[in-house]
Each structure stands twice: as C-alpha cells, then as structure tokens.
C-alpha cells in the first residue's frame, strides 16, 4: 500500500533506563513492528528505540491499574504498542464509562478527556498533553449556546461531541460522527440547534430537508476543511470509477457530494477493509493520517491507498515520552477536573446521547 504520510515523530528527550532484558527489548521491537505493518517508515531499529517505553508503559499500567485509552488518530507507537481500547469518540466515551479500572489515561485532544471525566466522574482521568485541543471545541463558548438559546426560545440544541465540558451542559444532547444523523433525526419538534461543526451541520440540513429547519454554528475542524470537492474529482479522473471515496462527516459538502461512503474514523476503516475483502482495492481516504495508518496495519487484503492524509497538530501531540511521564506521576495539569454542577448537567447530556443512539 502507498500513501504519503508525514513524518513519524521521534521520541524526545530522554528515555530514562529501565531494566529490561535485550531478549525483551528485542522481542518487543518485533512485536511492534510486526503490529504496525509499515517496514519502511518503522523500521527494526526504530522499534527497538522505543520498545523500552512501551514495556515500561505496560509494566506501569499493570502495576497502577490504569486503563489507557487511545483514539485511532494517536500515531501507531501508541496504538499498537501501549493501548488497551482504541476507537472513534463514540465507542471510547463508552470504554471509558465502562471500564473497570479506576484510573483511565486518554491519550488523545482535551475533549475527549473531559467526556471520560464527565461518564465516570468518580474516576481519575489523566490527560498527557492538556496543550492538545481541537479547534471545533476551541471554537464555540457556553456563552455562545446561551446566546442562540435566548435567540431560538424552546429550540432543543444537539452538540457534536467535540466541545468543551461547559458546552455540553448548556445542551440537549451531545452526537458523534457516527450518529449524528440518527439522534438528530429521533429529536422532538420541528427545529433543531446544531452546534459548533458548520459541516456537519450543512450535512445535517440537507439529510433533515422537509423534516425539520436546523440552525448551525459557524465552527470547522481546520484539518477536514483542508479538503477539496475539486481535488477528489481530479483524483477520481486520474484513478478511475473504481475509485471508492471514503469522507469523514467534518469534510465540506463539496467533498461529501463526491464520496461512496461517509463515516466516523471506526467506520471508514471497517469499510476500507471490507473494500480490500471483496476486491476493490483502490481506496482514497478524505481524512486523518490516522485512519490510513490502521487501515494499513490492519487490513489483510492488498488495498492501493490514494490521496494525501492530513495530520491533526492536536492529536499528534501526545508522544509516548508524555504518556509514560504521565503515568509515572501527573502533574496536576494532567489530571481532568471539572466543577461538579457542570458534571452533572453534562452527564445528563451524555446519557441521552447514549440513550438516543441505540
Ligand atoms: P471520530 O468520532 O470519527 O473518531 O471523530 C473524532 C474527531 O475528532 C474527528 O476529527
Ligand atoms: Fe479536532 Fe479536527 Fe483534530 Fe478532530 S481532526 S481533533 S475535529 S482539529
């Protein structure tokens, strides 16, 4: 498969020395390797480079107790060395509500961690990199729900998943990019609030037309808005009809217009390999570098990957130097608070995004 990709980050700083065996360190880099499925980019002596971390990582989550969770966008190093649970935003909400462990690592943006927090409030949520934002729910305030509440009187208002703590308990119900359309639909009335992804908004408009009026906020993810409607049909000229388009919901209408296949990051690699399975291996994946990098990993028939990824500086954040860090002792940066009325309403938002999606 080929897809050019940026480059791997290296591990920064020192490692510390831990005491592994060579035959575990060695034992670990081929377990890596053989994990990630990218020969060229993670090459044997670069898995033996960060082979002591992950064992350390591993030992220390056994030894704490610690779930740690990871989404799809966090590089292969964190999901196919260290990860217990690694999904799109729906499915780690509920690995996170779920799981037995009393302390949970997420290794991913703020937002995510906040909602770890917000279904499991008596757990400690630890968060390595309180930097890593997104600009979706970096784009919208609480204020700003208030504002279109008083604006729209009544109006249920349907968060995406990514905003802040504070946001959601301003609204009705929280979606993802994996059920947006099935909540927003099931909602009462005949208008609805969208906020803050005005891509996901526009999709939402055109799918809801005749049933219900939605009012949308002007927010973007500033890597799915890189894409281009225009880009994707000189690529399907190039290529071909067989040519199986594949977009995330935060791409543009343009971009979504020209897709096969529109989806969360967990469905767009489900559907990449069941299009390897049945023999329909040229597939362009109109998202982040992350989705490709497991669809290569995980994918057992031959697909031929088009197109260019591109890299969320939010998601890319977090190395496994921050991780191991983290778990060794959080700063208190590290560690997810959020006042507890603010909890609570959120929660109340959260359960019924739970309850409306199944
Ligand atoms: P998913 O729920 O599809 O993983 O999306 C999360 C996200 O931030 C995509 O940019
Ligand atoms: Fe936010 Fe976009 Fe990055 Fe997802 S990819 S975390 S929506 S900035």
């Known amino acids: ?4 990709l940026p480059t791997i980050p290296r591990p920064r700083g020192e490692m510390g020395s831990f005491s592994f065996s060579e035959a575990e360190i060695e034992a670990e880099a081929i377990r890596l390797q053989e994990a990630i499925q990218q020969h060229q980019r993670w090459p044997i002596e670069t898995c033996r480079g960060i082979a002591p971390i992950t064992l350390e990582i591993n030992r220390l989550k056994k030894e704490k107790n610690v779930f740690l969770i990871a989404h799809t966008y966090q590089t ?8 217990d649970e690694v ?6 909400s509920k690995a996170a509500r779920d799981a037995s462990q009393q302390t949970i690592l997420f290794s991913s943006v703020r937002f995510m961690a906040e ?3 917000i279904v499991s409030p008596h757990k400690m949520v630890i968060h390595p990199s309180p930097e890593a934002g997104c600009s979706l729910s970096d784009g919208i305030t609480a204020q700003d729900v208030r504002d279109l509440r008083a604006q729209y009187p009544g109006v249920p208002v349907a968060c995406y998943i990514n905003t802040t703590a504070a946001v959601k308990a301003e609204c009705d119900v929280s979606v993802t990019s994996s059920n947006y359309l099935r909540i927003c639909e099931r909602l009462p009335g005949e208008k609805l609030i969208f906020v803050p992804d005005r891509f996901m908004g526009a999709h939402l408009q055109k799918a809801l037309q005749g049933k219900k009026e939605v009012i949308v906020f002007d927010g973007e993810c500033e890597v799915h808005a890189v894409f281009t409607g225009e880009k994707v049909r000189q690529w399907r000229k190039r290529i071909g009809e067989n040519l199986s388009i594949l977009a995330h919901p935060e791409c543009s209408a343009d971009v979504l217009e020209e897709a096969d296949f529109v989806g969360s990051s967990e469905k767009l690699i489900h559907e990449a390999i069941r299009l390897g399975k049945v023999g329909q291996p040229d597939v362009m994946l109109i998202t982040e570098c ?4 497991r669809v290569m990993a995980e994918a057992e028939d031959e697909l031929n990957l088009y197109g260019a990824c591109v890299m969320c500086r939010h998601m890319k954040a977090t190395q496994l130097e921050d991780i191991l860090q983290a778990l060794q002792e959080p700063r208190d940066d590290q560690i997810i608070e959020i006042d507890s009325d603010i909890i609570a309403r959120a929660q109340h938002n959260l359960d019924e995004m739970f309850r409306l999606a199944e």
């Open 290 to 293: 992350g989705t490709a990098e």
């Open 87 to 92: 999904a799109d935003s729906y499915t780690l």
């Open 115 to 117: 909602t770890a927090k």
């Open 76 to 83: 292969p190093d964190i999901i196919y060395g260290v990860a």
């Open 1 to 4: 498969m080929s897809l050019p």
